[in-house]
């Protein structure tokens, strides 16, 4: 199969391409509306310089050449398309020509990065909740001129597999270059699908379909491999594949025909009369990169680095990796390590728990977490007691992990005291410890686990997993 | 010779609390009473708008601070020009009832300068027309023959100026339509250098040509409200971040030195009156100094073939959001597409729908290469050939127009013939540079006829003092009188 992507992303200004309405998601309908995205006669579109920026960035994360652009207008009717024209870069777009290395090494080239107005959103009162049988429709144009950049990539991808990667991939650059929040589920990032098969990898590309509605990395990969797998078997069954644009149908989990190449809109593309060609010059376009960090491969493999020898990497440290990357709290993982915590315990206490709220972890003072880890590290805190003040620091959004732990009355049991413990819940089932002291070692891990957690009711927490354990091996021995 | 500034004689006696804005308003207000149903310049007469406003400037010389260069005075705007709460409705039955929630920066800048706004004027739908007769609200007539178009599109601001309603107006150019009229009417009436006055709020026909502009009694009234409502507007990305001459103060400079081009082309279509008129408009450059000598710019003649591609490719876009779902006019149907069709269908007119399908048509895939693109070549090409122009000359002088206003009915059954009424002002809206109407003397009938002074981009400083000694030179044009009251 051949896949090429089309990845529409919503740039993280604070105001629409055009106007200075606020561009935020999920206000309440038709609030943030001025007459330039409302398409009010008269008025005229000015871009926004921070948009411009951010497209640049996109352009420099994927090393495009970022190029002087113009503006078109693309028209055709819809409700909420406010002038009944969406303006898009067309034949001179700000990026192109660049690439996106995908982390199995594939390299997945980028034709195009352009910038364009989104349209408002329209919902269908009724039952069905569309157009057919409604019985009127709303139209909220707070997304009306929000600023986007329409990614579409080189049909160098060859497998469902790569798709998603690349779709994850792209997404983690977005959110790295600063340009977008990455968040599918609110439709920052939309992503089209061409979709196409041949028998060899000689033969020219077939007949291609683009698959639009595709909301999350998952479901880019479960719609490329239903449609190739539906274009095969046509082709098997002696038809041929028609172009068309299909709709993914999530809950179905299959694609449907919306329409045939037959009803392409003919759009009447010409120069956008209201608006000057963009012409960024070498400053501005390497300020832009100078303000930008490295991107997720590079802050990947710096973490992978820290964790040892490739071998050692486990495959669950490898998605550690990436979702610290993605969350941007591979800082803390450095800091952590830097300040002599282990690797293993910094990221997957960073990957586990701190991901949970990684708003609040983003804004953690790296001292304080560094000192947390610390002291569960040395044993002064059990993983139990590290867990609870880290939420409560992620919570609280700061104090002193060794106040709240106090706070709390965490303190690390003496050794007699948790020996007498284990002794008392030891005594009080004989018929466990009897199958635990000679059972196989399967009975003896779930049995292990049975008096840690005991043990743990008992001091609420305060002993520590590791300790307990060992004194149920000494009791045994 | 200076040229008479009667706008600013009347801001002086208002700034000086000789009179008061009240006292000036009140008296055009009955003139628009005594005159306006016979003219039909206005499509609203905002009475009681205007009353605050003239109140409000005579506080602020009450209160010892000056209102501006237009204190007080009476200025009526096209009917596209965005007013806030007023309605706006390019003369289409598909804007009525709309109140734009902003004003135009023209509109914001006129209130600053103490200009009080007395009403919107009648036009051509959409600025599409020569004669006022395309509007939806029935046609303006030329107050020095009420049997004869006042030209167009902004028919209705050069006749409520001709007509003494008002001492200023603003119009829009696309294709001809401030100067146009302008000529027609007997008034001044200038198209600025594209850019140099914000289009924001300027209801679009074809963005890349529309420019706001003045229309006036006197070369230096109009040079005065040009310079109140030009410079930069950072809400329009094509105007232009430079400054904007200031005009008022080079218009008594004189013309010696300066070289005139009588353009023949201009000349060549033109009626033997306008003609003669125009050659003694020149006569009159020389007799002042200046160099006059005849020049062709052959790419002129080009342009009206190629401006109905261009204006009409664009608006076919611009005028693509009256779809009746957001404002204006809705006709309900089935279902949206059907509304869009049926609501455009009852809301625009034969002129409007004319100018969308031809420019749908050459945009449209398959064609846009052979029209539209083409067209932008030709526009290229006159560009250079006025340029190869200006090499030679400061500024070139015709007619404005090929005719002397035509009776009302005479042209709507033709439109190319309509059309052909702009050949000799389109060149310069495809060049983006400046042109000014200025009345010289009248035709074999009786009535007006404009002399065009064109100059390249920003040398509206030159063409005006141009157009001053023109104006001092023209013999003098009897006011005219309308059946219905008349001016005292």
Request: with cysteine; glycine share 10%; charged share 20%.
């Amino acid at each position: 199969m051949v896949i090429g992507l089309e990845v529409h992303c919503e740039l993280k200004t604070a105001t629409k391409l055009f106007c200075g309405c606020p561009n935020v998601f999920g206000d309440e309908p038709n609030t943030n509306v001025c007459p330039v995205c409302l398409g009010l006669p008269g008025s005229l579109p000015v871009i926004n310089q921070k948009a411009v920026e951010l497209a640049m960035a996109i352009g420099t994360a994927l090393r495009c050449e970022i190029r002087p652009s113009t503006f078109h207008r693309k028209n055709y009717f819809y409700p909420d398309q406010a002038k009944d024209y969406q303006i898009t870069q067309y034949d001179e777009p700000i990026n192109v020509n660049g690439y996106l290395d995908l982390p199995d090494g594939t390299r997945v080239g980028v034709e195009r990065a352009h910038m364009e107005e989104d349209t408002g959103k329209t919902s269908h009162a009724g039952a069905s909740g569309r157009i057919h049988g409604a019985d009127y429709s709303l139209v909220d144009y707070n997304r009306s001129g929000v600023p986007l950049v329409e990614i579409v990539s080189a049909p160098d991808m060859r497998s469902s597999a790569q798709a998603r990667a690349y779709a994850a991939e792209l997404r983690a650059v977005l959110i790295a270059s600063g340009a977008s929040d990455g968040k599918m589920e609110e439709g920052s990032m939309r992503v089209d699908a061409n979709v196409s098969v041949r028998r060899s990898p000689d033969e020219a590309f077939g007949t291609r379909c683009e698959i639009k509605n595709l909301n999350s990395v998952r479901s880019v990969g479960r719609a490329v491999e239903y449609e190739a797998e539906r274009q095969i078997a046509l082709i098997e069954s002696g038809e041929r594949v028609v172009q068309q644009t299909r709709h993914w149908d999530e809950d179905a989990g299959r694609t449907v025909a919306l329409r045939s190449k037959e009803d392409a809109y003919d759009y009447r593309y010409f120069l956008e009369p209201d608006l000057v060609p963009l012409v960024p010059d070498s400053e501005w376009i390497h300020a832009v990169g100078d303000t930008m960090g490295p991107m997720p491969a590079v802050r990947r493999a710096r973490l992978v680095e820290l964790l040892g020898d490739a071998g050692d990497v486990t495959e669950a440290q490898v998605d550690q990796v990436a979702t610290v990357v993605d969350l941007g709290l591979d800082g803390l993982v450095m800091a952590a390590v830097a300040g002599g915590v282990g690797s293993g315990l910094a990221l997957a206490r960073t990957a586990n728990e701190a991901a949970t709220d990684a708003e609040s972890a983003r804004r953690l003072d790296p001292e304080r977490y560094v000192a947390l880890l610390t002291m569960e590290a040395s044993g002064a805190l059990t993983a139990t007691q590290a867990k609870a003040v880290l939420a409560e620091l992620l919570s609280a959004g700061g104090g002193d992990p060794a106040a709240i732990a106090a706070s709390r009355g965490f303190e690390t049991m003496s050794e007699d005291s948790l020996a007498a413990t284990v002794a008392d819940v030891v005594a009080a089932h004989p018929e466990d410890w009897e199958r635990y002291c000679h059972g196989d070692d399967a009975d003896r891990k779930k049995l292990s686990q049975f008096f840690t957690g005991l043990v743990m009711k008992s001091t609420r927490g305060q002993a520590d997993g590791k300790a307990v354990a060992a004194e149920l091996r000494r009791l045994r021995a | 010779m200076t040229s008479p500034r009667p706008s600013t004689f009347l801001a002086n006696a208002v700034r000086s609390g000789a009179r008061s804005a009240v006292d000036v308003l009140e008296e055009h207000l009955a003139i628009i009473e005594s005159g306006d149903g016979e003219v039909h310049a206005f499509n609203l007469v905002t009475v009681d708008l205007a009353r605050e406003q003239a109140i409000a400037v005579d506080r602020t010389v009450h209160a010892g601070e000056d209102p501006g260069p237009l204190a007080g005075v009476p200025v009526a705007l096209k009917d596209n020009l965005c007013t806030r709460g007023v309605p706006t409705t390019c003369s289409s039955h598909i804007l009525e009832g709309w109140r734009p929630p902003y004003d135009a920066t023209v509109v914001d800048r006129l209130h600053r300068a103490g200009a009080v706004m007395v009403g919107k004027t009648n036009m051509d739908e959409f600025a599409m027309g020569s004669s006022t007769e395309s509007s939806a609200f029935g046609p303006t007539r030329n107050p020095h023959d009420t049997s004869r178009v006042p030209g167009g599109s902004s028919g209705g601001s050069a006749a409520a100026v001709a007509a003494g309603f008002v001492p200023l107006a603003l119009g829009s150019d696309t294709g001809g339509s401030i100067r146009q009229p302008a000529a027609l009417c007997g008034v001044v009436g200038m198209k600025p250098t594209y850019g140099t006055v914000s289009r924001y709020g300027l209801v679009a026909f074809a963005s890349s040509l529309d420019q706001i502009g003045p229309f006036a009694t006197t070369v230096a009234d109009a040079a005065l409200l040009f310079d109140v409502i030009g410079g930069h507007d950072p809400c329009d990305s094509t105007s232009l971040n430079r400054p904007t001459p200031r005009v008022l103060s080079v218009l008594d400079d004189g013309v010696a030195g300066l070289t005139v081009g009588l353009l023949t082309e201009f000349l060549d279509g033109a009626d033997p009156d306008v003609v003669a008129r125009t050659r003694e408009a020149a006569d009159a450059l020389a007799a002042a100094g200046a160099r006059v000598e005849e020049v062709s710019v052959p790419e002129v003649v080009l342009g009206l073939s190629a401006y109905y591609l261009i204006a009409p490719g664009e608006a076919s876009s611009n005028l693509a959001r009256y779809d009746g779902v957001r404002y204006g006019l809705r006709v309900d149907a089935a279902d949206t597409v059907a509304m869009n069709r049926a609501t455009r269908s009852a809301g625009f007119g034969a002129e409007v729908k004319r100018r969308i399908m031809l420019g749908t048509y050459v945009l449209s895939a398959g064609y846009m290469d052979a029209y539209y693109n083409q067209a932008l070549r030709v526009r290229t090409k006159i560009i250079e050939g006025f340029a190869t122009a200006y090499r030679r000359c400061d500024v070139l002088l015709g007619p404005t127009t090929p005719t002397t206003a035509f009776p009302v009915g005479a042209k709507t059954g033709d439109p190319l013939t309509m059309y052909l009424s702009d050949v000799c002002t389109i060149p310069t809206n495809l060049a983006g540079h400046p042109a000014v109407s200025v009345p010289f003397g009248t035709g074999d009938d009786g009535l007006p006829v404009g002399v065009q002074v064109l100059g390249p981009a920003l040398s509206e400083g030159t063409i005006l003092k141009v157009a001053a000694v023109v104006e001092a030179a023209a013999p003098p044009l009897a006011a005219p009188v309308l059946a219905v009251g008349g001016r005292a």
